[in-house]
Structures are given as structure tokens and as C-alpha cells.
């Protein structure tokens, strides 16, 4: 395989290796880009069936495509994508954009906010607000309370995965 540059990571720096191929079982060429992890001698081999592509530019499609799939997982798991009930295709439009759009804005909170590190950790500190925010509702008025005490931050964040 002939040696392409470098791609360089937050980390270390990754050589990757590209070569047409052809396929006798598919009846084609391919081109094929081998990433090698030297610190961890693990490898990545990836495919392509547009043999004019440069190998970066197909890491790079590998790397939107697996954003892709986090993102239509993450629909499924948290904002309901497959719970819709609708028959009517301008029903199901809008069901599908409302959960993707769901996705999309908690992504954005996850990007501004430091202190929380995964979507399941983002869905639990709201499922954990709105459930201190019942429990004050359901106390006297005459009872008081500091919203602002230190131990409900530890509450808000029960559950949460927190990095150390």
C-alpha cells in the first residue's frame, strides 16, 4: 500500500496507508484506507467504491457517518423517534423533525455545559430537577426552604455520571 499523510488527532498522530484494490467477489475496485494506531498496533480498514476520493476525505465521511448514527440513536433513546403513533406522512414528518430537533438542542446544552458529560447524564439532572421542583411544589407555603442549598445540587445530580 502506498503511505498517505498523516492524520493528526487530539492526541497522537495516526499514518494512514491507501491502495486501490479489486474485489472478485463484488466484481469492482475499492479504494481502501488502513489506519494503524502505532501506540496500540490496532488497525482500521475502511472502504470506499469511489476509487478518486483522497483516503482523508473518506476518513472524514467515516467519522460524519458514525455522528449520524449516534444521533439517530440517541432519537430513539431519549426523544422518542420511534414512538410515534401517526399514520399521516405530514404527522410523522413533523414527529421525526421535533425528535431530531430534541437531539440536536440537547447536543447544543452538552457542548455549553462542562459539568454535564452524556446525554443519559442530561436526561437524569432534568428528570431530577422536575422531581425537586414537585416535591417543593407539594410542601406548605408555610414551609421554608433555601432553593439555593448546596445539597440539591448533589440531588439534581443523583445518578449523573460525573468524571473525576
Known amino acids: ?35 494503524l494506531n502505532t501506540k496500540t498496533n490496532q488497525y482500521t480498514l475502511l472502504a470506499s467504491t469511489d476509487i478518486h476520493l483522497e483516503a482523508r476525505l473518506i476518513v472524514k465521511y467515516y467519522q460524519l457517518r458514525f455522528k449520524i448514527e449516534f444521533l439517530f440513536r440517541d432519537a430513539k433513546q431519549f426523544t422518542g423517534l420511534t414512538h410515534s403513533q401517526a399514520r399521516d406522512d405530514l404527522s410523522l414528518d413533523f ?7 430534541a437531539v440536536n438542542i440537547a447536543q ?34 408555610e414551609a421554608k426552604f ?6 440539591l445540587e448533589t440531588v439534581r445530580n443523583f445518578g449523573c455520571i460525573n468524571r473525576a
Open 1 to 35: 500500500m502506498s503511505k498517505s499523510e498523516c492524520l493528526k488527532g487530539h492526541i497522537l498522530t495516526i499514518p494512514v496507508y491507501t491502495q486501490i484494490l479489486n474485489s472478485p467477489y463484488f466484481k469492482r475496485n475499492f479504494r481502501v484506507v488502513f489506519l
Open 95 to 101: 414527529h421525526l423533525n421535533m425528535s431530531l430537533a
Open 108 to 141: 447544543l446544552k452538552l457542548s455549553n455545559d462542562s459539568t454535564i458529560h452524556s446525554m443519559n447524564s442530561l436526561v437524569r439532572r432534568a428528570y431530577n430537577s422536575r422531581l425537586i421542583d414537585w416535591l417543593f411544589s407539594q410542601l406548605s407555603s
Open 146 to 151: 433555601d432553593i439555593n442549598h448546596p445539597m
